[in-house]
């Protein structure tokens, strides 16, 4: 089993910043790929940055790209996402998942076994 925590997210104005961290415990963090996900209300939940375990391979969605930056620190077992030039459409609730059986990275919701609870996202105009 694997246990992810997020925290670092908040209300900031159009064109901040946030750095949202996951925080992993249980089973070897290091050896899998993570990713975040983000949900708005009433919509899906949608892809947004993945990573390989060594941190060598990351990729993101086009609506995040040149923007949010994703890394990893495999000695604190955390996962983070750096969060810039927000936008009012960048407001959810993210999630931070963790593959348990695969070494490969995922861009979809359900290639993903361990997930967080969440960490509400605002962004105002």
């Known amino acids: 089993q694997v246990q992810l925590v997020e925290s670092g997210g908040g209300l900031v104005q159009a064109g901040g910043s946030l750095r949202l961290s996951c925080k992993a415990s249980g089973r070897a963090f290091s050896n899998y790929p993570m990713g975040w996900f983000r949900q708005a209300p009433e919509k899906e939940r949608e892809f947004v940055a993945t990573i390989t375990w060594s941190g060598g391979y990351t990729f993101y969605a086009d609506s995040v790209k040149g923007r949010f930056t994703i890394s990893r620190d495999n000695a604190e077992n955390t996962v983070y996402l750096q969060m810039n030039n927000l936008t009012p459409e960048d407001t959810a609730v993210y999630y931070c998942?963790?593959?348990?059986?695969?070494?490969?990275?995922?861009?979809?919701?359900?290639?993903?076994?361990?997930w967080g609870r969440g960490t509400q996202v605002t962004v105002s105009s």
């Open positions: 998942a963790a593959r348990g059986t695969q070494y490969t990275v995922s861009y979809v919701a359900s290639g993903y076994d361990y």
